[in-house]
Each structure stands twice: as structure tokens, then as C-alpha cells.
């Protein structure tokens, strides 16, 4: 039986806005986004007899048809009508429901080990279009690299990708609901009605001549205020990062997660020291 080995990579996000509220009811954002090392590793091994099952080294990661992964492989077969199965075993290194698409990141690298179980019967485009109805990040983390989405976060455009810097990301697990989330923003911009979203000129400018300090000050995150303001762990995991001499410490997605920019290794480090002092695991990693 063919077996297949795929990576499915983190992300952060540089620039996250929201810039109204469409029809269907989901938020339209701008979300500039950008990969990472720092990854899962996803085994797929070939089963003829069409059963998908799930496995973790995470107790606390479902391994049922809950699973995002499973949710994809069975998706993949009803699309292409194919009729083999899988045994899916996830190696988790990303934080769960941290902001990090750790879960998406998972289905993605699903779809490319069932596309190759397959003998490729799909192109990229193909199987971001089946990751996009399971979840709006799944088709960037099909791509990687960098993107600029809008709509709902799943409509991908060019953007550079980052140049070379050390990236550390550390989660303190205190949870954030995405919807909770989106629901205190409604509140704080009375669900954008007059809200003018932020610029990413400056951002797009600094990313095509590769200057890093340029694209660290003009990142944002319309989440950031009213999360860290309930979330204590995560401000003070950003605190660390800055007091560790990161260029720009920010949360990424809708929390909790946080991540820094450092120039070089050395100095993210030192940050990495700091945060494992307030005793949260940090990750160091690079943009890829």
C-alpha cells in the first residue's frame, strides 16, 4: 500500500482588518498572510477497503469524523470519486486553536497526501477549491507562501513573501472563540457601519523591497485590542517578545497566539528564554 508524507505549515497573519459584513453574513476581511516552519507533519496510509481513520499524538485533537483531516479525505473521495481509503496520523507541533490555522494547516496537507495517493487526478487550484468549503484558510495553506485574501479570507491574491528573519510564536492555551471574537468587534465598531479599514500600502511597499523593518511596523491586527485586553497570558507573552528585542510582536488571527519579529537568531533566542520563564512553550521558527 502507497504511503504519503506532507507537511502542513502554520501561518501568521501580517495584516488582518475587517471591511464590512457581507450578504451571506460572514465578516469581509483584508488578511495578509504568510507561512511558516513551523508545521504538523501528516502520514496518509492507503487503505482499499474505502475506511478513513484519524490518529493523533495529541490526546485532545478528535480522532473521529469531527476532524477537519477526515473531513477532508472523505470530501476528496466524494469530489473525484475515488473509492480508496486512509489512516491518518497526525504529528501535532502547531498550538491548537491558537490563531495559527493549525487545524486547517492539517486538512490541507490531507488533501495533497490523498492527491497523491491518487496520482494526482487534481491541480492546486482543484484542491483549494474542495479546502475551501471545509474552511476559509485551508486553500492558503494548500498554496503557502504569502497571500493577501479578502471576502471571507478565501479568495487568494499575490503578495511577496517575507524575506529572511526569525520568527518566534508562543501560545499560553487561554482559548479564544473565533465568533466570540468577531462578536466583540461588532460591539466595539457597531458591526462596521462606518468603519474605515486600515491601509496595506505601506505593508505591500515593504514586502516587494524585502525590508523587514518596514513590514514589521506596518503590520496590524483589528483583533488584537480587544482579545489581549481579556486574554493576560498572551499580552504578557508579548511584553517578553519586546522586552526580548523582537521589531514588532503582534497576535495572529483571532488569538491567542503571538508572534515576533526578530533581525536575527540570537536575539529571538533571548525572547524565547523570556517567554519560557512565564511558562509557555515558544516556537522559533522561519517565514517559508
Known sequence: MKTAIIKGYAKINLHLDVTGIMENGFHAVNNIMQSVSLCDTVTLKER??????????????????????????????ERTGVCIGADIYIEKHIPMAA??????????????GMNELC?????????????????????FCIVGGAAFADE?????????????CTI????????????????????????????????????RKAAECGDIANI???????????????RPVAAAIKQAMINGGAIRAMMSGSGPSVFGIFIDEHTAVEAARLISALGVTPHICKPN
Open 168 to 203: 518566534v510564536i508562543a501560545c499560553g492555551g487561554e482559548g479564544v472563540s473565533t465568533p466570540l471574537a468577531y462578536r466583540m468587534l461588532d460591539d466595539k465598531y457597531d458591526r462596521f457601519c462606518s468603519y474605515t479599514p486600515a491601509d496595506t500600502l505601506a505593508l
Open 48 to 77: 482499499l477497503d474505502g475506511v478513513i481513520t484519524v490518529d493523533c499524538n495529541i490526546d485532545k485533537v478528535p480522532k473521529n469524523e469531527s476532524n477537519l483531516a477526515y473531513r477532508a479525505a472523505r470530501l476528496f473521495c
Open 152 to 164: 471571507k479570507g478565501d479568495v487568494l491574491h499575490p503578495f511577496p513573501k517575507m524575506p529572511d
Open 216 to 230: 514589521a511596523k506596518n503590520t496590524f491586527n483589528i483583533f488584537e485590542q480587544p482579545v489581549l485586553s481579556v
Open 99 to 112: 490563531g495559527l490555522a493549525g487545524g486547517s494547516a492539517d486538512a490541507a496537507a490531507t488533501l495533497k
Open 119 to 139: 496520482a494526482y487526478p487534481l491541480s492546486e487550484d482543484e484542491l483549494c477549491a474542495i479546502g475551501g468549503e471545509l474552511g476559509s484558510d485551508i486553500p
